[in-house]
């Protein structure tokens, strides 16, 4: 039994909200990566400023166990933050937890900035205090963005829209590049420094307790900005018509937005919900949705355990890479300068071309071959660089940097979006929200242990170590091709038809055996 209010938001044509909605999700998750990934850009000039040693013949680091918390804290927030911002989503409203998340995001953001003290333990302490609560603003953005975005858009190009406001990511990561760049070579311009084997104390000029700051404080601009937009954006159709029982309501509000005539059919809701009040956890939804759940939560764990590595250790990367110098022939100014324009190349010949594949190919392609070629060339690439690095890294470097450049390419054309698409089509409305919390936080859980465990092996440079962490990766990139098979493909169906809820039979009702990829109906006409 299908809703006309449904139907009318499935059949919608792409209209110019549908674009503003884009912008208003799409820049949180611009935020979010600039939040995520820009203490990557500065994380070692905390260890010089804060852990400089004066008999050492290297520049001051952050230990091991700090430089670990200093960087994923913000992940742990995350995580915690998708599970109850998630809950709230489908208990409260997906609109009413919206505005909540910006404000957390842009509080934060500024007091990471202003994290106090003299003592590097409480500068330290206050900066991951923050950030776990930026991170924790950061969680909610996910599963409310993509379903938000999966329940205004119409089937022919739903996935596109999740993946356009997912694809901010790209941009983001971009621009914490580029704000760090910029701002470091403005503080190089007016505090010259020699380099740390000239003059180990004036390498590090005492400004630069500065620079780290704004670069994190810039982070809440973006944020601010898109409050007033998203509290203008009415609840989705879906969430009124289903959940709170308002077919008028859903109606009247998605008419207004789409410009499209509904007819409420108030006496057909109970019926709908009848049929699909079961909770999350009952054995009529693990019968009807348990594989595809342990699917995209099996894979985005795979996947992160890769893409935060990735992302979290280029600084580690990039002196065997050739991008840049060793730290020793910079300045802790110059050391900002060009690990941030190494993060900007790679972020924009890399990163940001794969996010936008997927945009424009997944409604041609399909989620489902996406994840799979993605994941098999991440693993078949970071394999190559495990077994050659010591080639690579001595012989040919621009190899090096070509073969690390398209992981990250396969990672946005890839897993990385598709694991962020296909929880918010896969599951029913009245969990939508939730069920997308426990698959990216089980993502995170996956950045934990890059966090903590491969970027263990890869900051002290060793090369053995490395390795190692390289050719782990392609075995988790590998693990993660396989259970990509737990999920199915989403295109060119409506929520309603993929989920089961409007009775007919889809492949989620089908036996756990049957793997094909269904044909759409659009496809067969």
Not at 256 to 264: C, N, S
Not at 313 to 321: H, L, N, S
Not at 374 to 381: A, I, L, Q, R, T
């Amino acid at each position: 039994m299908a809703l006309e209010v449904l139907e009318a938001l499935d059949s919608a044509r792409t209209q110019w909200y549908h674009v503003t909605a884009i912008v208003i999700a799409g820049m949180g998750f611009f935020t979010d990566a600039y939040d995520l990934f820009c203490i990557s850009t500065v994380s070692k000039l905390l260890g010089r400023l804060y852990y400089f040693d004066p008999s050492s013949d290297k520049p001051g680091k952050l230990p091991t166990s700090v430089n670990n918390f200093v960087i994923g804290v913000a992940i742990v927030g995350t995580l915690s933050g998708q599970l109850v911002f998630g809950w709230l989503g489908d208990k409260l409203g997906r609109k009413k937890v919206y505005g909540i998340t910006l404000i957390l995001m842009v509080l934060c953001a500024i007091a990471s900035g202003l994290s106090f003290g003299a003592s590097a333990k409480s500068v330290m302490g206050t900066l991951c205090f923050f950030r776990f609560w930026l991170g924790f603003g950061i969680g909610g953005d996910y599963p409310l963005s993509a379903t938000i975005m999966s329940e205004y858009a119409n089937k022919r190009t739903r996935g596109a829209f999740i993946a356009a406001v997912f694809a901010m990511q790209g941009v983001g990561i971009i621009f914490a590049g580029l704000v760090s760049m910029t701002l470091s070579a403005l503080f190089q311009s007016y505090y010259h420094a020699p380099t740390y084997t000239q003059n180990r104390v004036l390498s590090t000029r005492p400004e630069a307790d500065l620079l780290w700051r704004l670069v994190l404080m810039i982070g809440a601009i973006p944020a601010l900005l898109t409050y007033y937009w998203r509290m203008k954006m009415p609840e989705t159709g879906r969430y009124t018509a289903i959940i709170e029982g308002n077919a008028k309501q859903a109606a009247a509000d998605m008419a207004r937005v789409l410009d499209i005539e509904i007819q409420a059919e108030q006496d057909k809701i109970a019926e709908f919900n009848a049929a699909n009040n079961y909770p999350l956890w009952s054995n009529e939804f693990f019968n009807r949705h348990g594989r595809h759940l342990i699917g995209t939560m099996s894979s985005w764990f795979l996947l992160d355990i890769a893409f935060y590595s990735q992302n979290l250790t280029q600084k580690d990367i990039f002196p065997a890479i050739g991008l840049i110098d060793k730290d020793f022939n910079m300045s802790a100014i110059g050391e900002v300068f060009q690990t941030s324009r190494a993060m900007f190349v790679i972020a924009l010949v890399g990163t940001f071309p794969g996010y936008w594949f997927t945009v424009f190919f997944i409604e041609k392609l399909g989620r489902y071959k996406i994840q799979l070629v993605g994941f098999f060339m991440m693993s078949f690439f970071m394999f190559v660089i495990g077994v050659k690095y010591d080639y690579l890294k001595n012989e040919n470097k621009g190899l090096f940097a070509l073969l690390y450049g398209l992981t990250f390419f396969f990672a946005n054309f890839g897993p990385n979006s598709t694991t962020f698409v296909l929880p918010a089509e896969l599951f029913p409305t009245r969990v939508r929200s939730t069920c997308h919390a426990l698959s990216a936080a089980a993502g995170k859980a996956g950045a934990l242990v890059g966090t903590f465990g491969i970027q263990s092996l890869t900051v002290g440079g060793d090369t053995y170590k490395i390795k190692k962490a390289m050719i782990l990766l392609a075995v988790t990139n590998l693990l993660g091709f396989f259970c990509s098979f737990l999920v199915t493909e989403t295109k060119g169906r409506s929520l309603e038809e993929i989920s089961g809820e409007d009775g007919r039979e889809s492949e989620l009702t089908a036996t756990p055996n049957d793997y094909r990829v269904p044909v759409s109906r659009t496809e067969t006409m």
